[in-house]
């Protein structure tokens, strides 16, 4: 049964898949989306929540470029609050809670009203080659559709099996029937395949929680929007609590992890390190009396609230024990329980930087297929995968983002040069660009490549262009502006800072730590009116204007490795010189520039020497 030709298919409709499929189809290929359920899409099976450290970076980056993601969020908030407000800008992220099934109803009608893409309810059993390239997929029931090029974004599904205890079952999150298929194809077609594992902590019903013993986390007064394109950002509407687990709790939890699926030897998958359950964390922080429980809500229109930091693979009954422990808990109702689950994933390094494999043509890789956790994660690769996808059916040059680009670029590069054997989060410390690649200058970095691409309409790229227009100006004018002693001293003394006996220009005054644009506003009358997010951007660029002079530095010194291409036919068991196991590893990745090489685990300094050698004398062998 041949149902149909796309020139995309795109299995899964989770963030990755979502993102894939509205860019193929707004660069003008005819794309189709299959999902297991139509009522999965966009789903968020774990946190209510987007955005985060790093991830807030990621979804901004996500909006800058055309994604979708950010606008979602913005329109299914409920809380909104901008973390690590007390450091510096560059690990400033946008964190915000979201109302689950206002999200899935906002992504799967933008997918609905999406042009040129439709949405089918089908599970993928396999994926058609022809002459070592994609040319289409199969599903369970055998309805065949033609594509020129296939994303997989599979999430969680592939070969899912639910864990609780000594209970296993095979599943997809929430219940959902698991993919069990597919595993096998793309095992056929020499892709590998591992065993990761992630989990989710039990729902609670609202009414059984004595919110008196726990602390109230308010949203941010001011509340910025994820996407640069929201002009009405929304309002709180929902409190989150702070609770902690305490002796009690750990007790519990300590006679008890034989049960436990991960303690018990049930699970086979690789759990993440930086999201451990909370038995794991219990274990490997044996001194820690204590460690803090963010209770949140689901929704709006639900009871059931959200643990965060509490999620555990403890049969059921350990688990109401467990939480009831906790304080504000000691009669909760437990909706849904936690539970582990493991799933199928590829290795990465398999993938080239454009997220395409290496070995099949047209297929593409996004999100926890790739071996990533999170939803930003998964989005930001889907959004990759969609327009190279589109690129490659074009025949065009194909989109490879740069460390110095974004978060982004620093999350595929990562995976793709290095892989990895855990889950992989982002986090702000794996970018050595952080000051640089800031969340309130996502814009000024991608929109242009987004505007290039054709996910940018003219009229925001013309909005973007006046937007930066006005941050130049007024860090012009913030330059020339002096200050005299009668306007600058009441504010120098109100925050304690040194007075002056002469006048001194208002760019000074700014870089004073105890110092910022909207404390200086008193000694600067003439100052215009300007959009928060111009004048937070101009503050930044001068307050940290040698650092950022600096890091512009490092990353010119970094692109010269860069720009050094590695021709795509090296045979590097013919280099001499090189290290066995540098050999080897440069011959699985396929490195496309020494920059790229000098991040390879088990290529060494030595070895990086030794290619540009060989490089140099190959040059002038070619002269």
């Not at 951007?537 to 002079?549: C, N, R, S, T």
Request: hydrophobic share 35%; net charge neutral.
């Amino acid at each position: 049964m041949i149902l149909g030709s796309y020139d995309v298919a795109v299995i899964g409709g989770g963030h990755a898949g979502a993102e894939a499929a509205l860019a193929a189809a707004r660069l003008g290929m005819r794309t189709v989306l299959f999902s297991i359920s139509l009522d999965a899409i966009g789903n968020l099976p774990c946190n209510p929540s987007i955005g985060g450290t790093a991830k807030g970076h990621l979804v901004r980056e996500i909006d800058a470029l055309g994604g979708e993601m950010g606008k979602a969020a913005d329109a299914a908030m409920i809380q909104s609050k901008m973390l690590n407000r007390g450091k510096g800008p560059a690990v400033h992220s946008l964190r915000a809670q979201i109302d689950r099934q206002s999200y899935h109803r906002e992504m799967k009608r933008r997918l609905e009203e999406q042009p040129g893409l439709q949405i089918k309810q089908a599970e993928i059993v396999r994926i058609k080659t022809e002459d070592g390239h994609v040319s289409g997929v199969i599903t369970q029931t055998g309805s065949e559709y033609a594509a020129r090029a296939v994303v997989i974004a599979s999430g969680t599904y592939l070969k899912g099996k639910v864990l609780i205890g000594s209970y296993s079952r095979e599943s997809g999150p929430d219940g959902m029937f698991p993919a069990n298929e597919l595993s096998a194809c793309l095992s056929e077609l020499g892709i590998t395949l591992r065993r990761f594992k992630t989990g989710t902590p039990a729902r609670l019903h609202a009414g059984t929680l004595d919110y008196g013993k726990m602390h109230v986390e308010k949203g941010d007064e001011r509340i910025i929007p994820f996407s640069f394109e929201t002009k009405e950002p929304g309002v709180n509407r929902a409190d989150c609590y702070l609770t902690y687990t305490n002796e009690e709790t750990h007790r519990i939890i300590n006679e008890n992890l034989g049960r436990s699926a991960m303690y018990g030897g049930f699970v086979e998958g690789v759990g993440p390190r930086y999201c451990p359950s909370i038995e794991d964390k219990v274990v490997r922080f044996h001194d820690k009396p204590r460690h803090q429980l963010f209770i949140e809500p689901m929704g709006l229109d639900t009871k059931e609230m959200y643990a965060q930091g509490f999620s555990t693979s403890l049969p059921e009954d350990v688990q109401l024990e467990m939480y009831r422990s906790v304080k504000g808990l000691e009669h909760c109702e437990i909706m849904r329980s936690a539970y582990a689950i493991e799933y199928d994933c590829c290795d990465p390094t398999e993938l080239y930087a454009t997220l395409e494999f290496k070995s099949v043509k047209g297929l593409y890789g996004a999100g926890q297929f790739n071996g990533t956790s999170g939803y930003e994660e998964a989005a930001a690769q889907g959004l990759v995968a969609g327009i190279n996808a589109a690129l490659g059916l074009k025949g065009g040059e194909q989109l490879t983002l740069r460390r110095i680009d974004g978060y982004i670029g620093t999350l595929i590069d990562d995976l793709v040069t290095k892989g990895t054997n855990e889950p992989y989060r982002m986090m702000t410390s794996r970018s050595e660009y952080r000051l640089l690649l800031r969340q309130d200058n996502a814009d000024e970095r991608l929109t242009p490549i987004g505007h290039r691409i054709g996910l940018i309409s003219d009229e925001r790229y013309a909005e973007f262009l006046k937007k930066q227009e006005l941050i130049e100006k007024e860090i012009k004018r913030i330059r020339s502006v002096t200050v005299p002693p009668r306007l600058a001293n009441p504010v120098l003394e109100l925050y304690g800072s040194t007075p002056i006996k002469t006048g001194i220009k208002l760019a000074e005054l700014i870089k004073r730590p105890e110092l910022d644009y909207e404390k200086l506003a008193p000694a600067d009358p003439d100052r215009p009116e300007l959009p928060y997010a111009v004048a937070e951007e101009a503050e930044i660029k001068l307050k940290y204007e040698g650092y950022i002079k600096r890091q512009i530095q490092q990353a010119e010194q970094f692109e010269k490795l860069e720009n050094r291409l590695l021709p795509d036919d090296t045979d590097y068991s013919e280099v001499y010189g090189l290290r066995l196991e540098a050999r080897q590893k440069l011959s699985k990745i396929r490195p496309k520039s020494i920059g790229q090489a000098s991040r390879i685990s088990g290529v060494s300094p030595a070895d990086i020497s030794v290619l540009l050698i060989w490089l140099e004398s190959r040059r002038q062998r070619e002269e």
